[in-house]
């Protein structure tokens, strides 16, 4: 029997007594038609995850907790072009799922989507949300750091310690193989439309290696999963 899992975003220990969130109480109750003394897991995105039982009125009680880990021994850093709607939702969902420990959205200049600071605040939400939905799904204890909507060009000054930098582009000359084992990566994918010559050029500039994917042009929300399940074939969970 699969036991369901929840993401608390509470500190949590054994024998707290912790309530449900809303949606996944009716989630429990509702669809799943669990009653008091299922078996549950619970976590909350810092590490680990606490044996739990269901109780009446939406609440657990947490029981014994277990220090174990689903995490890639390859971080690897998202940098998104932000797309519309289900493609970004997708995304995100397969980029957890797939090991990326942080996603960064970003602005460029051929994004589709424009938000202002309001409803880039309330997209913030609803990705966060979708992340740890998929954490649930996916049995990862640790939820991706998801970064604030930023510019590309502010992104790209921010190197993230020893990681290796590859920006995917058609006209790249070096296949992910050849560049080397990597201690962690920083991937960039551009929006619908790509990133510009320019936007790349930049990249490489920051220290980016234009890599190719293949002789196909691939969508925006398949190109970074397909690095990623790449890369975790290479060097990170399916090496």
Do not use: Y
């Amino acid at each position: 029997m699969r036991i369901p899992r929840v993401f608390v975003d509470l500190p949590l220990a054994a024998g707290r007594e912790v309530a449900l969130p809303k949606e996944a109480r009716q989630h429990m109750e509702r669809v799943l038609r669990l009653k008091p003394g299922h078996p549950v897991i619970a976590f909350n995105g810092q590490g680990g995850q606490f044996s739990a039982e269901l109780l009446g009125g939406g609440s657990l009680r947490l029981l014994a907790f277990e220090d174990s880990s689903s995490e890639s021994p390859l971080p690897v850093r998202l940098i998104q072009g932000i797309s519309k709607g289900e493609r970004m939702d997708v995304t995100l969902q397969k980029a957890t799922e797939l090991g990326a420990t942080r996603i960064s959205p970003v602005t460029t200049g051929r994004s589709v989507v424009k938000l202002d600071e309001e409803r880039a605040e309330r997209r913030h939400g609803r990705w966060s949300g979708i992340l740890q939905s998929a954490c649930e799904q996916c049995g990862r204890n640790v939820l991706p750091q998801l970064d604030e909507l930023k510019r590309l060009d502010t992104v790209l000054a921010e190197k993230d310690g020893n990681a290796t930098r590859i920006v995917l582009a058609p006209e790249g000359a070096s296949s992910l193989a050849e560049i080397g084992r990597p201690l962690a990566l920083e991937v960039l994918i551009g929006p619908e439309g790509g990133l510009s010559d320019e936007e790349i050029a930049t990249a490489i500039d920051r220290g980016f290696t234009a890599v190719r994917l293949g002789p196909r042009i691939l969508r925006t929300e398949t190109a970074g999963l397909a690095l990623l399940a790449a890369a975790q074939t290479l060097w990170g969970d399916f090496a």
